[in-house]
Every structure is written in C-alpha cells, then in structure tokens.
Nanobody, 120 residues
C-alpha cells in the first residue's frame, strides 16, 4: 500500500500564493508519476499538474505560468507552488501517485484532499 500525506491548503486572498506538499510512503519503489488534481463543487476532478519520473512536467492550461510543480526524489514528495491565485482556483486539491507494478501494470493512489479557498 501507498500512503499520501498532503499539507498546505487554506484560505488565501485573490492574487496570493500557496504551496501544497505531498509526501508518499509505503510501497513506493517504482513511482511513475506524482501530481495534483483538483475538484471544485459541482465539477469533475481535473489535472492541475504532474511530474513524471525523469522530470517531465504537465500542466493544465489554467495552471501554466502561475503554478510550478517540483519533486524531491529523496523524500518521495511533490510540491505545487501556486501564485496569482483567483477564486476559480477554489477547490479540493488531491495528490495522486502512480506506481508501476509487475507486468507493466500501474496503480494510482490518492490523498485525502486539501481545501484551497481563494476569497477576499
């Protein structure tokens, strides 16, 4: 099993910044990717950003230029620096970790979620 511990959510004013952190533990010997998704009320969960082993990053269009994802391989953690936040960024943010298994299988694990609220 894999455990994901998230931190860093909260309330921030429009234009402000937050950093989300996610640390993975357990059976994490072969991480394919780690990243962040979010789900706003009444909407589907969507990718915000992820980073694939080797350092390749992917960003949602809404995150490009404002958010930066980084990974600390030694600590099996991933951070999401979010700048210029606006009310549309309000959502529950979920950490996701994909683990490679035997026979080219992959398993996705999710964190419990951390609330980000952007409001004045």
């Amino acid at each position: 099993q894999v455990q994901l511990v998230e931190s860093g959510g909260g309330l921030v004013q429009p234009g402000g910044s937050l950093t989300l952190s996610c640390s993975a533990s357990g059976r994490i010997s072969n991480i394919k990717s780690m990243g962040w998704h979010r789900q706003a009320p009444g909407k589907q969960r969507e990718l915000v950003a992820d980073i694939i082993s080797g350092g390749i990053t992917n960003y949602a269009d809404s995150a490009k230029g404002r958010f930066t994802i980084s990974q600390d391989n030694a600590k099996n953690s991933v951070n999401l620096q979010m700048n210029s936040l606006n009310p549309e960024d309000t959502a529950v943010y979920y950490c996701k970790c994909v683990i490679r298994g035997a026979w080219y299988t992959e398993t996705a694990y999710w964190g419990q979620g951390t609330q980000v609220t952007v409001s004045s």
